[in-house]
């Protein structure tokens, strides 16, 4: 009987000690939202590059493949950002859609260096400048991974003590006797 009382005490200590999720804040959404809409900014601004026309004038022909995939990284930011802002508190899809970001961002360097060189230095430098306004927004979404990192740290490390705590009471009390 005792020991069957131990064991739904630990239950209940265990599940009290993960916090409970808090509502998550409308500024991280409203950074997820911007970045989206920033993307969308930038996607008829790359439509006006010609890579295909550079190789024509020398280019490697491996810009008109970055210049697809640069198009491709930019479609899947908005839906990233999309879905992060009905789900913010997905510490993996967070990190994900950072890195995409990040990717996308030294892929767009590289093509902006073709631009100049082969068809545009204006329009590289209008599309470096808008690409660049989402810095902070991105030094955002950094903190709000490195604070959902801490909190999951945070909430482990409860967890664990109370598991250490249920399984000592639980080596303390004898097995049940057979009748």
Same mark, same amino acid.
């Given at each position: %009987?005792?020991?069957?009382?131990?064991?739904?005490?630990?239950?209940?200590?265990?599940? %009290?000690?993960?916090?409970?999720?808090?509502?998550?804040?409308?500024?991280?959404?409203?950074?997820?939202?911007?970045?989206?809409? #920033?993307?969308?900014?930038?996607?008829? %601004?790359?439509?006006?590059? +010609? =890579?295909?026309? $550079?190789?024509? @004038?020398?280019?490697?022909?491996?810009?008109?493949?970055?210049?697809? =995939?640069?198009?491709?990284?930019?479609?899947?930011?908005?839906?990233?950002? =999309?879905?992060?802002?009905?789900?913010? /508190?997905? %510490?993996?899809?967070?990190? @994900?859609?950072?890195?995409?970001?990040?990717?996308? #961002?030294?892929?767009?360097?590289?093509?902006?260096?073709?631009? +100049? &060189?082969?068809?545009?230095?204006?329009?590289?430098?209008?599309?470096?400048?808008?690409?660049?306004?989402?810095?902070?927004?991105?030094?955002?979404?950094?903190? $709000?991974?490195?604070?959902?990192?801490? /909190? *999951? /740290?945070? /909430?482990? *490390?409860?967890?664990? +003590?109370?598991?250490?705590?249920?399984?000592?009471?639980?080596? &303390?009390?004898?097995?049940? @006797? @057979?009748?």
């Amino acid at each position: %009987m005792r020991l069957s009382t131990a064991v739904s005490s630990c239950v209940l200590f265990a599940a %009290m000690a993960v916090p409970a999720q808090q509502p998550f804040e409308a500024p991280i959404i409203a950074t997820f939202q911007r970045i989206s809409q #920033h993307a969308g900014r930038l996607a008829p %601004m790359l439509a006006q590059v +010609r =890579s295909e026309e $550079w190789v024509a @004038k020398g280019a490697p022909d491996t810009y008109v493949a970055q210049l697809a =995939s640069t198009r491709r990284q930019l479609d899947a930011i908005v839906a990233d950002m =999309s879905s992060l802002s009905a789900r913010p /508190e997905q %510490m993996q899809e967070c990190m @994900k859609g950072l890195f995409r970001i990040q990717a996308f #961002h030294r892929s767009l360097d590289s093509l902006m260096g073709g631009l +100049r &060189k082969y068809q545009n230095p204006a329009l590289a430098d209008l599309i470096q400048s808008v690409a660049a306004e989402d810095q902070s927004d991105l030094d955002q979404i950094q903190t $709000w991974v490195l604070d959902l990192a801490n /909190e *999951k /740290e945070q /909430e482990y *490390k409860v967890v664990d +003590r109370e598991a250490q705590r249920c399984r000592a009471i639980l080596s &303390k009390d004898p097995a049940p @006797k @057979k009748r």
